[in-house]
C-alpha cells in the first residue's frame, strides 16, 4: 500500500473520444507525475505536475494535458484518443525538493481505446 | 540521451538458487538508479535506490544491487529466490529537476520461478 490510488481502474472509450484519469496522492506529496506503461514494456515519463504547474514533459504531444489541485488529486486528460493510447497510465507521487525522495505509485487505469 | 538497457526479457529461475538480473544505463552525469518491481495488477514498488556513496545498495525483500560506474551497470541481486518473487522487474535512471526526478525506464525482466 502505498497511499496513491488512482480511478478508474478500466476504462474503455473509443477513438477520437476525450478520458480523464484521476490520481489521489499521499498527503503532503506535492509533487505528481504520470506514466504511460504500453502492454510489454517500460513506463514513459509523461508530465510531472508540481505545486499545480507542469515541471517537465517527456516526449507526449500536447493532446494529453493535466491539472494539480490543492488537495492533492491530479488530473490526465486525453483528447482526440487513438488506437496507440491503449495502455497502462501510472501516476506517482512525491515530495518535492529532496532528490533522494522516492516517487510512490498508485495501482494505474488500464484504459482500452477500440 | 538518458536510456536504460535490460538484456533479458524473461528469466527463469529455480526456487532457492540466486538471482542476477541485468541493468545497463547510459546518463552523462552521476545517475540515480532505481529497481521497481510490478506484480500482476499491481502498481511498482520500489525495491532500492542508489544516489551516490557505498556502491553496494540494500534494498526491501533481500534484494541488493551494484552500482559499477565503469561497466555503466546496476544488476539486481538476490541470492535464494522465492516463489513469491516471480514479477516484472525494472530498472530506471532519474533525472533530475525541480520537483525531484523523471524516471526514465527499461523495458523490464520477467522472473519466473520453478519449483
Known amino acids: 500500500e502505498t497511499g496513491v490510488t488512482q480511478s478508474p481502474t478500466h476504462l474503455i472509450k473509443t477513438r477520437g473520444q476525450q478520458v480523464t484519469l484521476r490520481c489521489s496522492s499521499q498527503?503532503?506529496?506535492?509533487?505528481v507525475s504520470w506514466y504511460q506503461q504500453a502492454l510489454g514494456q517500460g513506463p514513459q515519463f509523461i508530465f510531472q505536475?508540481?505545486?499545480?504547474?507542469?515541471?517537465g514533459r517527456g516526449n507526449f504531444p500536447p493532446r494529453f494535458s493535466g491539472l494539480q489541485f490543492p488537495n492533492y488529486s491530479s488530473e490526465l486528460n486525453v483528447n482526440a484518443l487513438e488506437l496507440d493510447d491503449s495502455a497502462l497510465y501510472l501516476c506517482?507521487?512525491?515530495?518535492?525538493?529532496?532528490?533522494?525522495?522516492?516517487?510512490?505509485f498508485g495501482p494505474g487505469t488500464r484504459l482500452t481505446v477500440l | 540521451a538518458q536510456s536504460v538497457t535490460q538484456p533479458d526479457i524473461h528469466i527463469t529461475v529455480s526456487e532457492g538458487a540466486s538471482l542476477e538480473l541485468r541493468c545497463n544505463y547510459s546518463?552523462?552525469?552521476?545517475?540515480?538508479l532505481f529497481w521497481y518491481v510490478q506484480s500482476p495488477g499491481q502498481g511498482l514498488q520500489l525495491l532500492l535506490k542508489?544516489?551516490?556513496?557505498?556502491?553496494l545498495v540494500q534494498g526491501i525483500k533481500g534484494f541488493e544491487a551494484e552500482f559499477k560506474r565503469s561497466q555503466s551497470s546496476f544488476n539486481l541481486r538476490k541470492p535464494s529466490v522465492h516463489w513469491s518473487d516471480a514479477a516484472e522487474y525494472f530498472c530506471?535512471?532519474?533525472?533530475?529537476?525541480?520537483?525531484?526526478?523523471?524516471?526514465?525506464f527499461g523495458k523490464g525482466t520477467t522472473l519466473s520461478v520453478s519449483s
Open positions: 505536475y508540481y505545486r499545480e504547474e507542469e515541471n
Open positions: 498527503s503532503g506529496h506535492n509533487t
Open positions: 542508489y544516489f551516490s556513496g557505498d556502491t
Open positions: 546518463y552523462g552525469a552521476t545517475p540515480y
Open positions: 506517482a507521487s512525491n515530495i518535492a525538493g529532496a532528490l533522494t525522495d522516492t516517487q510512490y
Open positions: 530506471a535512471v532519474g533525472e533530475a529537476n525541480q520537483a525531484g526526478t523523471a524516471l526514465i
